[in-house]
């Protein structure tokens, strides 16, 4: 591994994976603890409308993409808060719409070849280092409003009937938080593609809930063991010269069924230790 880091590619593609990280660790506890993950995957997809929309009128990806999945995250936001029965549904309409409005625009773009699987899977090996200074100013930005707001987002979290006796504005914060969702997935995105997206915000904080005492130590984890997948998948890509994004993914994954393995185990031996006593 050190001696790939002789590239600049794969240098930058460390250091995007490490940034990937940080955001996944953080956005993703909030995910996993709203239960909130099929929201984030409607968010994803819907995203691809905005990857279109980027390319047709000749946008740069960070602003066409964010505003397009900003404003489609806002009416998956109000629906949920609306009208929770039905929440689903419209999701899955967003869902599926932002993904065929997405490739119709890339079809309509004129002069323009586009590569989908690059946006499918991602691109880690050719992130350029402009995006690594964008995903750093929106990593340092998500971190810098979750430090700011911790107590209200862990009280929200948790019970939000509660947080709103104690005058949190349980509202406003849950809007604050799906843009943050949207603004992560922007930029992770490139990183592992929309479609696997979705793993790196579930897989490691489920993990870490298991061993995680507090919710700061659960972003904690989250962050180094998203970290650790990073690093092992870019590692086995090259290799066996594999797609990183989705050799990350698959890391990821093995570490969630050993996970859920071992906690069966641990369940099922403490279970019998009862029953004998």
């Known amino acids: 591994m050190f001696e790939a880091l002789q590239f600049e590619f794969m240098r930058n593609a460390l250091m995007a994976g490490l940034l990937t990280s940080v955001i996944c660790g953080i956005i993703g506890t909030f995910?996993?603890?709203?239960?909130?993950?099929?929201?984030?995957?409607?968010?994803?997809?819907?995203?691809?409308?905005?990857?279109g929309l980027a390319f047709f009128l000749g946008l740069p990806y960070i602003?066409?993409?964010?505003?397009?999945?900003?404003?489609a995250a806002m009416i998956m936001a109000a629906v949920t808060l609306k009208a929770?029965?039905?929440?689903?549904?419209?999701?899955?309409?967003?869902?599926?719409?932002?993904?065929?409005?997405?490739?119709?625009?890339?079809?309509?773009?004129?002069?323009?070849?586009?590569?989908?699987?690059?946006?499918?899977?991602?691109?880690?090996?050719?992130?350029?280092?402009?995006?690594?200074?964008?995903?750093?100013?929106?990593?340092?930005?998500?971190?810098?409003?979750?430090?700011?707001?911790?107590?209200?987002?862990?009280?929200?979290?948790?019970?939000?009937?509660?947080?709103?006796?104690?005058?949190?504005?349980?509202k406003p914060l849950y809007f604050l938080l799906i843009g943050m969702i949207a603004l992560s997935i922007v930029m992770i995105i490139r990183v592992v593609g929309l479609i696997l997206v979705i793993a790196l915000l579930t897989?490691?904080?489920?993990?870490a809930e298991k061993y995680a005492r507090s919710l700061r130590m659960m972003m904690l984890i989250s962050t180094l063991l998203c970290c650790m997948f990073t690093m092992a998948g870019l590692w086995l890509s090259y290799i066996f010269n594999l797609?990183?994004?989705?050799?990350?993914?698959?890391?990821?994954?093995?570490?969630?069924?050993?996970?859920?393995?071992?906690?069966?185990?641990?369940?099922?031996?403490?279970?019998?230790?009862?029953?004998?006593?």
């Open 243 to 277: 797609t990183s994004g989705a050799t990350i993914i698959m890391v990821a994954v093995a570490a969630f069924f050993i996970s859920f393995l071992v906690q069966h185990l641990k369940t099922k031996r403490l279970y019998s230790k009862a029953i004998g006593d």
């Open 203 to 207: 897989i490691p904080p489920y993990i």
């Open 63 to 71: 602003v066409g993409t964010l505003g397009f999945t900003l404003f």
């Open 84 to 170: 929770r029965d039905r929440a689903d549904t419209f999701i899955g309409v967003l869902w599926a719409g932002g993904m065929g409005l997405g490739v119709l625009l890339l079809d309509l773009t004129p002069g323009y070849n586009v590569d989908l699987m690059s946006y499918l899977f991602g691109s880690i090996l050719a992130v350029p280092k402009s995006d690594l200074w964008q995903m750093l100013v929106i990593c340092l930005s998500v971190g810098l409003i979750v430090l700011f707001f911790y107590n209200d987002f862990l009280a929200m979290s948790y019970d939000e009937e509660f947080a709103q006796l104690r005058g949190v504005p349980v």
């Open 31 to 51: 995910v996993v603890v709203n239960r909130i993950a099929f929201l984030a995957g409607g968010i994803a997809h819907a995203a691809y409308g905005g990857i």
